[in-house]
């Protein structure tokens, strides 16, 4: 899992490199040709007929709309905002997904959660410094990237059936159409082979990293593994201090430690009542 957050990471540093220079479209799509050729292998040794038998398929194509249109977010925004901060927004989507698990997935939550919830949101606004800048383009984008995120989530609450393999097949090959269309628009000349290199390096790392956090989640057990993910903040406020020479604002640290915090409760918590479940049919939270 560490290891899987420092390659996504890699991947988000490389990303707001490679869209100063070229078209947004066009590095999503290279990056996502690249990730799929190494994810054929795989795919073709589980075989075809899973990918084909998949639940719920008006769930699966919201799910890989959303899943696109939150890619286009985030490398518009890291065009724009200091990785760090673009970083911080995607962080708070597990908040967004427990305020809204209630209404979209029946699920209950205590008054524990609620004000962890209230604090994650808080965070939020801290982060965006609440003033005429909150409404710029790229903070808005940054704030609907997160929405998507988050529904990528909780869309996969409910498609658990799903091979985490045929997930990942729809994702890529949803980004690599839309960037197919966008491209053409956008597209700059490559300008050496490693340049194209590394444009491929992009979807070779991503999909690296997802290998890594898949096989994590199922050698151990996801309390042990899943708070890791937030070594992704270190390693953003670490690439964009070294590459892009960005140093965190005194708001945004503020504002990573409670959506932080207020994140590792809510999954602590979820954690604690699952257990509870196991043993009591029915417990209060």
């Not at 490679?18 to 589980?46: C, D, E, K, N």
């Not at 524990?112 to 005429?132: C, D, N, Q, Y």
Request: aromatic share 12%; hydrophobic share 60%; glycine share 8%.
């Amino acid at each position: 899992m560490l290891l899987g957050m420092l390659m996504f990471a890699m991947n988000d540093a490389i990303g707001k490199w490679l869209v100063a220079s070229y078209g947004l479209g066009q590095v999503i799509l290279i990056r996502s040709v690249a990730a799929l050729l190494i994810l054929t292998p795989f795919l073709w040794a589980g075989g075809i007929k899973p990918l084909l038998q998949v639940e719920r398929p008006r769930l699966q194509f919201a799910r890989v709309v959303f899943s696109t249109a939150e890619i286009f977010c985030f490398y518009y925004a890291v065009m724009y905002m200091p990785l760090a901060d673009v970083m911080t927004y995607w962080l708070a989507a597990p908040i967004y997904v427990a305020a809204a698990s209630p209404l979209l997935l029946g699920e209950k939550v205590g008054w524990r959660r609620w004000t962890a919830i209230g604090i994650g949101f808080v965070g939020v606004i801290i982060t965006l410094e609440p003033s005429k800048a909150m409404f710029t383009l790229p903070a808005l984008i940054s704030i609907l990237g997160t929405g998507a995120f988050a529904f990528m989530l909780l869309s996969g609450r409910s498609l658990r059936q799903t091979p985490d393999k045929a997930l990942v097949l729809f994702q890529l090959t949803g980004a690599a159409v839309a960037g197919l269309f966008i491209a053409p628009f956008d597209w700059l000349p490559i300008q050496s082979t490693p340049q194209l290199m590394l444009l491929g390096l992009l979807g070779v790392v991503a999909m690296g990293a997802h290998m890594l956090v898949n096989r994590a989640l199922k050698i151990s057990d996801a309390a042990s593994v899943a708070p890791l993910q937030y070594t992704l903040l270190l390693w953003a406020v670490f690439f964009g201090w070294l590459f892009f020479d960005e140093v965190p604002r005194p708001t945004m640290l503020v504002g990573a430690a409670l959506i932080v915090g207020s994140g590792l409760f809510i999954f602590f918590r979820e954690q604690q009542l699952k257990k509870k479940d196991s043993v009591l049919p029915s417990v209060p939270e």
